[in-house]
């Protein structure tokens, strides 16, 4: 099953964020992942989740090259050996484990491919549990209508992210999530920063005290950083939607600091 991103699935249509960037598409069960081969990372991964039927299953799958690109335009397990980088699922291996059984396992074990990690420093804190938990934040909230979502996550692809292993180590990572509001499209967009946390210059080190630092922020501000057309989704944000101007990043604590 590898039928990718539905962009009907929330009932208001919604296309792929556009990389400016050259990509290659690669459709998995449930979710899409747009490559840039030159970084060896993605730009764009795009998942469908249906909170009313989304399943608890057990871990099961492991990570593995996608053979339809070369190993060369994917982070392999070099990167990640004796060190303290972690292989950070981009769509979360529980997200587009919904519906059938048998389904549900084929798309869980998906997430396994290279193509959908991108390296974060090891360690969890309370901000870094915050960032895994945003999507069944948005669920929760999203319940009295169907509980459906479309959640776009990506590392912040910048020319001046620091080389290690023959790649660069991406230092901030964005999430849109999107849900229907009615008959309108609502969405949040947030931002994850290990900047004080990866230090390749001897080799690499992360600092036992760093802390990761996850914020809530304008949409229209993420699809510029991270050189990404993110459509109608700059109009749909909530946050900007407080009327401040301007609107200016928000730090989270904890599920109360975050704007739906």
Do not use: C
């Not at 871990?59 to 292989?87: H, I, K, T």
């Not at 669920?139 to 590392?155: C, G, I, K, S």
């Not at 290690?164 to 309108?184: H, N, Q």
Request: proline residues 8%.
């Amino acid at each position: 099953m590898s039928d990718g991103y539905d962009p009907d699935f929330l009932g208001i249509p919604l296309l792929l964020p556009a990389p400016a960037a050259p990509t290659t598409r690669l459709d998995y069960a449930r979710f899409s992942v747009l490559l840039r081969e030159d970084r060896r990372f993605a730009a764009v991964t795009a998942v469908v989740i249906d909170g009313a039927t989304l399943r608890d299953l057990p871990r099961s799958g492991e990570w593995r090259l996608d053979p339809r690109v070369p190993a060369d335009a994917q982070a392999g397990p070099e990167v990640y050996s004796r060190n303290d980088l972690d292989r950070g699922h981009l769509v979360r291996r529980r997200d587009p484990g919904w519906g059938d059984v048998d389904e549900a396992r084929d798309a869980t074990e998906a997430t396994f491919f290279y193509t959908n990690a991108a390296p974060q420093a090891a360690g969890f804190n309370q901000s870094k549990e915050l960032w895994l938990g945003l999507e069944d934040h948005v669920l929760a909230y999203a319940e009295t209508t169907d509980q459906r979502l479309a959640v776009f996550t990506a590392p912040v692809l910048d020319d001046g992210d620091p080389p290690y292993r023959g790649i660069r180590v991406p230092l901030r990572f964005w999430k849109i999530a999107a849900w229907r509001r009615g008959e309108t499209l609502a969405a949040a967009g947030f931002v994850l920063d290990q900047s004080e946390l990866v230090d390749t210059r001897q080799g690499l080190t992360v600092p036992p005290l760093g802390a990761f630092r996850t914020f809530q922020a304008p949409i229209a501000d993420i699809a510029a950083e991270a050189g990404v057309d993110v459509g109608p989704l700059v109009a749909a944000d909530t946050f900007a939607r407080l009327g401040l101007r301007p609107v200016t990043p928000r730090e989270l604590r904890g599920p109360d600091d975050i704007v739906l």
